[in-house]
């Protein structure tokens, strides 16, 4: 598995902008708080690895931005623009088009009872009325193809593939729009571990070739060391921490960054039965005494003013 180290990422052009995004789920006394002033940056071309445990927020974040979900508080921006809460017809179909999502579950994400060729072609029907049945067959197979799949697979059901497959299908679904931005929501989670590095290298693959910027969810650090260029991690619906990949992995600040990374696996059996596991203990801050602090360039921390002294952070900052 490679780095991308290919990919042309342009830091002028921030594509997708989340800025204090909350999500509320339920009503009065029993509302809950799923995503919490939640704020971070896109740039074109480039892989944000969003990662935090089971129930952090992270497939809401995912759906708030495909307007699955609405937003309780905060702005989305895409190439500048709103998309959140009430917008234009021609926007909404501009973002229909261009952000796609890929699904966490290969088995539960297919419809059963489609073929194929209508999984896949599905959405670009809904957008382009006009098309002709031999436009849309060549479409499909030209996705199935870009995939890694073969263009007769198009009359075929879900459940003649395997997990990879379908998982490839699911891509393809989302290829077929031609889409700028794709929220991969663990995107390889339910896949076998042998074939995991072939999705991911797919994923890798196509961001290349079509210049496709991705914010890539995962429960994992290990995952999206290879394929993320900056990470944020996120703890009980609050982004905690956020930094180049690389520089995550040399400098984890947070405590609870910390502990996932001290929880990946180590592919040497010594230093595996040796790692010392941290356990995260959360503490409970008054109203407003989190902020921001900066570490390096491009590096910051929530913390409150005592933490922030305590590991050499600088700011507090409103905006990161
Ligand atoms: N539609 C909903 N109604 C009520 N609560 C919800 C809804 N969707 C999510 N939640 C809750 O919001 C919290 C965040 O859920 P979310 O699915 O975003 O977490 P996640 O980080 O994606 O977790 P996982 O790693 O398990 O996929 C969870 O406590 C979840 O139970
Ligand atoms: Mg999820």
């Given at each position: 598995m490679s780095k991308n180290l290919n990919n042309k990422v342009d830091r002028d052009e921030v594509l997708l902008e989340v800025k204090n995004l909350s999500v509320t789920f339920g009503e009065r006394k029993k509302k809950f708080r799923a995503v919490n002033?939640?704020?971070?940056?896109?740039?074109?071309?480039?892989?944000?690895?969003?990662?935090?445990?089971?129930?952090?927020?992270?497939?809401?974040?995912?759906?708030?931005?495909?307007?699955?979900?609405?937003?309780?508080?905060?702005?989305?921006?895409?190439?500048?623009?709103?998309i959140n809460g009430k917008i234009s017809k021609e926007l909404d179909k501009k973002v229909i088009k261009e952000i796609q999502m890929i699904f966490q579950d290969p088995q539960a994400s297919l419809n059963e009872r489609a073929k194929v060729d209508y999984i896949v072609s599905e959405g670009l029907m809904n957008v382009n009325k006009g098309l002709t049945a031999e436009q849309k067959k060549d479409a499909v197979e030209q996705a199935l193809i870009d995939v890694g799949l073969l263009p007769e697979f198009a009359s075929r059901f879900p459940h003649e593939f395997s997990g990879g497959q379908r998982q490839r299908i699911g891509i393809a679904r989302a290829l077929i729009m031609e889409p700028e931005f794709i929220v991969a929501d663990e995107p390889i989670s339910a896949l076998d571990v042998s074939i995991r590095a072939q999705v991911l290298n797919l994923l890798s693959k196509l961001q290349k070739d079509r210049g496709l910027t991705y914010l890539f969810i995962a429960h994992d650090l290990s995952v999206?060391?290879?394929?993320?260029?900056?990470?944020?991690?996120?703890?009980?619906?609050?982004?905690?921490?956020?930094?180049?990949?690389?520089?995550?992995?040399?400098?984890?600040?947070?405590?609870?960054?910390?502990?996932?990374?001290?929880?990946?696996?180590?592919?040497?059996?010594?230093?595996?039965?040796?790692?010392?596991?941290?356990?995260?203990?959360?503490?409970?801050?008054?109203?407003?005494?989190l902020k921001w602090y900066k570490f390096s360039e491009g590096h910051y921390v929530l913390a409150d003013a005592d933490e922030a002294k305590e590991y050499g952070l600088e700011g507090p900052y409103d905006e990161i």
């Open positions: 002033d939640v704020s971070f940056k896109l740039y074109r071309g480039e892989t944000f690895g969003l990662v935090g445990e089971s129930g952090s927020g992270k497939t809401t974040i995912g759906r708030a931005i495909m307007r699955i979900v609405p937003t309780s508080g905060g702005e989305i921006f895409y190439k500048g623009e709103r999206v060391r290879f394929i993320a260029d900056r990470i944020g991690v996120i703890y009980k619906g609050r982004i905690v921490e956020i930094a180049e990949a690389e520089e995550l992995f040399l400098h984890p600040i947070h405590p609870y960054t910390k502990a996932l990374l001290s929880a990946i696996p180590q592919p040497d059996p010594v230093a595996e039965r040796n790692k010392e596991i941290i356990v995260y203990e959360p503490k409970s801050y008054p109203e407003g005494a």
